[in-house]
């Protein structure tokens, strides 16, 4: 274990496009930063286009700089090629009927946070379903219809553990260190809880990074979060951001509508037919949370 002093103010922050992002003090954070953003990394054999993950803990001392404390480094390999989740929220029915043959066709692959409760209720996917997407190497990360921050400590953790074991249960190994905040809300306890079952929890902060490629916070993952009002023009500009920064662009959907979107969380088929043509064009080739994170399986 390795302590290092810097000139931080307390809390550290971390820039990105969208202002700064602390590091909670006297608590550890993983963090996965590209090799080229640590300047005194001097291994001759790192790659710059590889990610290092470290976890922190920023140590508080009154009236001087913030102790950055180090633990189990490693290496995450990469190619500076740029990348793109495609991720579903809910295992909505048209994920399987409409975007399934959509990315398909286009030689990717998605993400869906399952609601695993839901399996098989109206307008939700079947398992069956489910283990066809699996097979054409879709990955299925945790979800739940409920605020979780509305629930006890106890009720928590048994949605937590609840949609690994519906995952691992039926063979859906990819995607299963990974979380969807419902409504993308949490706090810190409910996260401490969730941290014991995954790795990565996203809420919907964005983070469309052009100044630090390849910077992920796994407590908060970036998203592109698509809305009935998000604009095509917009969707394509950030590809166009990613595929010259080497980065991973991160879509979160949910339905996908013939005429004009009713929900605000929706977005018409048309306009994601357009934008999975306009990655491909750009040469954006399909990824995964766990490819994402460096996790194998």
């Known amino acids: 274990m390795v302590v290092v002093t810097g000139p931080y103010s307390q809390p550290r922050t971390l820039h990105t496009d969208t202002g700064t992002y602390p590091v909670p003090v006297g608590q550890w ?21 590889w ?37 579903f929220d809910d295992g909505r029915a048209d994920q399987y009927s409409v975007a399934y043959p959509i990315l398909k066709a286009a030689g990717y692959t998605g993400t869906i946070a399952v609601e695993w409760t839901n399996v098989g209720a109206v307008n939700r996917c079947t398992l069956d379903q489910y283990k066809e997407l699996y097979a054409a190497g879709w990955e299925f990360i ?39 905040w419902p409504g993308g809300q949490s706090d810190p306890q409910k996260d401490m809880i969730a941290s014991r079952y995954f790795l990565t929890r996203r809420k919907v902060s964005p983070m469309v990074n052009n100044i630090i490629p390849g910077v992920y916070d796994p407590c908060d993952t970036p998203v592109y979060y698509i809305t009935q009002t998000r604009p095509l023009a917009d969707a394509q500009a950030y590809i166009d951001r990613v595929a010259a920064n080497g980065n991973t662009a991160h879509f979160a959907f949910h339905s996908l509508t013939t005429g004009t979107p009713t929900a605000p969380e929706d977005w018409t088929i048309g306009d994601f037919q357009a934008l999975v043509a306009y990655a491909s064009s750009k040469g954006l080739r399909s990824t995964s949370f766990d490819e994402t994170f460096g996790i194998s399986g």
């Open 51 to 87: 990610c290092i993950e470290l976890q922190i803990k920023a140590i508080p001392a009154a009236g001087q700089p913030a102790t950055l404390e180090f633990a189990e480094p490693r290496v995450i390999q990469g190619d500076g090629a740029p990348r793109v989740i495609w991720a």
């Open 142 to 180: 945790g979800h739940h219809t409920t605020q979780i921050t509305s629930l006890s400590d106890a009720d928590a953790e048994k949605v937590f553990r609840g949609a690994r074991e519906w995952a691992q249960n039926n063979g859906f190994l990819r995607g299963t260190s990974h979380w969807v």
């Open 29 to 49: 954070y993983d963090m996965v930063l590209p090799a080229a953003f640590l300047t005194r990394y001097s291994d001759p054999g790192v790659d710059m286009n």
